[in-house]
């Protein structure tokens, strides 16, 4: 009979079968034990972006009791724990805490009814509509598993709890304040994604692009105001606006390659006030999202020459031509991840768990993520952004969406498999496997 010898130094490389299942109980020990009830506190409890601050507190307490050295209020709400072991490389791990402005609808037992004052000054009302609450749980669970692993890995582990993921800035506050000078700035970064539109007991590990760029641009269309019966007396500037939101949409499917991906969304459209008054100002607002930087640029600068143009073809004057704005905090470029290192990943998950953990399947739309400013290349960090499957196959097909006040995802399976495989990961960029 061949007998496995356990040491702690040889734990993982002597009984990888055994140290996996191991691993994989205590994981599901500690949901039981706190996990469970710490996600249904965060699903219960949300806080929109730049608001989180209860969240980032209970985030502190948690990760702070397993003896990391922990500082909040980093870039605002921003949470960073630090555990030094040693020799080795750093590797940070992030996870996102906002929540969403949305009347959450599901009727679980621990729905929220939240409501926050946001940063514009509205109460509105607030719910996990992404899955963040599953990003923070996890986190936890994670900090707890590699905090007891101590003799499996070699290095700096920093864990952050970011803050405004949703509005596409926090990550960037966070470098502003410092994260990579004040603390030890990592070697790798890795993050998840719960995804509603996956799987339960999959994982996805792209192994270039993750996510799109982002950019939110708005356009005021300026007109001159009349009489609805006499539009012939002013400029109708709702007529303008219509006008551009048809022609930016040639924008994509005449002016940009064919094999290349970009969007132009108009999210929202105001003006006017009564029936029979042509009024004299409209506000849009867009989103744009691409997959690389010239198409990036060239959607952007033909939004400014478009607008102009059709002002100028429906005669507006030259001191009346829309204003076209490019917001300076909600923009992001793509998440791409570094090739070897989400080989380095998808090679520890799969020895683990084996291939058919995967689902390999092409995104089906552009989301953003700011994550993808810690793993710019000026940066010098290698980033593995994956996804974890939040909905029984099932149930898949008629998942409600991200976003949507319907959201709701299988916390026991998404938090276990995420918890298993970012100590995977990170423990294999630890020792250099």
Same mark, same amino acid.
């Given at each position: ?23 994989? !109980? ?72 906002? /929540? ?14 939240? *409501? ?24 936890? +669970? ?7 692993? *101590?003799?499996?890995?070699? /290095? ?12 596409? !800035? ?24 719960? &995804? ?11 192994? +270039?692009?993750?996510? &799109? ?91 400014? *020459? ?9 005669? @507006? ?12 905090? =909600? ?43 810690? @793993?710019?290349? =000026? *940066? ?20 409600? !969406? ?30 250099? =496997?």
């Amino acid at each position: 009979m061949i007998r496995c010898i356990i040491t702690a130094a040889a734990l993982l490389a002597a009984c990888p079968a055994l140290a996996q299942s191991d691993l994989r !109980s205590a994981i599901k020990a500690d949901y039981e034990e706190n996990l469970k009830a710490l996600f249904e506190h965060f699903h219960q409890n949300p806080e929109l972006s730049h608001r989180e601050f209860k969240t980032a507190e209970r985030l502190a307490a948690e990760i702070r009791a397993l003896d990391y050295d922990v500082t909040e209020g980093v870039g605002g709400t921003g949470v960073v724990a630090v555990l030094e072991n040693g020799d080795g490389p750093t590797v940070m791990i992030r996870a996102d805490m906002d /929540g969403l402005p949305i009347k959450e609808v599901t009727g679980l037992p621990y729905m929220s009814t939240a *409501r926050q004052e946001d940063i514009d000054g509205i109460e509105k009302p607030v719910m996990h509509a992404c899955g963040h609450d599953t990003h923070i749980t996890s986190l936890v +669970g994670t900090a707890k598993q590699m905090a007891a692993r *101590r003799d499996q890995w070699s /290095g700096t582990l920093v864990l952050i709890g970011q803050p405004a993921e949703e509005r596409i !800035s926090g990550a960037r506050e966070m470098l502003k304040d410092g994260l990579y000078k004040r603390f030890p700035k990592p070697d790798y970064a890795l993050a998840f994604h719960v &995804s509603a539109n996956q799987p339960t007991g999959t994982v996805q590990v792209p192994l +270039g692009i993750r996510a &799109s760029s982002s950019d939110s641009v708005d356009i005021i269309v300026h007109g001159v105001g009349a009489h609805g019966a006499s539009p012939h007396k002013g400029i109708d500037p709702v007529l303008v606006a219509s006008q551009i939101v048809v022609s930016l949409q040639s924008i994509v499917s005449r002016t940009i390659a064919p094999q290349e991906a970009g969007v132009i969304t108009v999210g929202a459209i105001h003006g006017g006030s009564k029936h029979n008054i042509i009024g004299n100002r409209v506000e849009m607002q867009l989103t744009v999202r691409s997959n690389n930087p010239d198409v990036r640029a060239k959607l952007l600068d033909s939004i400014d *020459r478009v607008a102009e143009g059709v002002a100028i073809s429906l005669g @507006v004057p030259e001191d009346k031509l829309p204003e076209v704005i490019r917001s300076k905090t =909600e923009t992001t470029p793509p998440t791409i991840n570094d090739r070897e290192t989400a080989e380095r990943v998808r090679a520890a998950i799969a020895v683990a768990l084996g291939e058919d953990i995967f689902h390999d399947k092409p995104r089906e739309g552009m989301g953003a993520e700011d994550f993808s400013y810690f @793993v710019t290349p =000026e *940066r010098g960090v290698k980033g593995v952004y994956f996804n974890v499957g939040g909905t029984p196959a099932k149930d898949v097909d008629n998942a409600p !969406s991200h976003h949507s006040p319907f959201f709701r995802i299988e916390p026991e399976p998404s938090i276990t498999l995420a918890t298993e495989s970012m100590v995977l990961a990170a423990t294999a960029l630890f020792n250099g =496997e």
